[in-house]
């Protein structure tokens, strides 16, 4: 079983940045990617980008492209979303999951972390 611990949320103004962490414990190995979603308020919750934990292949969502970036490192068990360019509409609690194998759901999620955009 894997466990996600999130970090690094906060509140930012339009225009700035934010890094949020997801350090993963328990059967990380068996995990084949990483990802972000996120939760705004009166929106069902959004895929945002994942990474491959073998290759660092990644994807993104369009709303985020070109201003969001998804990194690992594997010895630390560790995912990380550089966010710039931060708008309002990015305001939303991240949640960081494991998607366990190719083609599967994403099935183990953290408590999630608050990201507030001001104007």
């Known amino acids: 079983q894997v466990h996600l611990e999130e970090s690094g949320g906060g509140l930012v103004q339009a225009g700035g940045s934010l890094r949020l962490s997801c350090a993963a414990s328990?059967?990380?190995?068996?995990?084949?990617?990483m990802g972000w979603f996120r939760k705004a308020p009166g929106k069902e919750r959004e895929f945002v980008c994942r990474i491959i934990r073998d290759t660092g292949i990644t994807d993104y969502a369009d709303s985020v492209k070109g201003r969001f970036t998804i990194s690992r490192d594997v010895a630390k068990n560790t995912v990380y979303l550089q966010m710039n360019s931060l708008n309002t509409e990015d305001t939303a609690i991240y949640y960081c999951?494991?998607?366990?194998?190719?083609?599967?759901?994403?099935?183990?999620w953290g408590q999630g972390t608050q990201v507030t955009v001001s104007s």
């Open positions: 328990g059967r990380t190995s068996s995990s084949y990617a």
């Open positions: 999951a494991v998607q366990p194998r190719y083609g599967g759901s994403f099935d183990t």
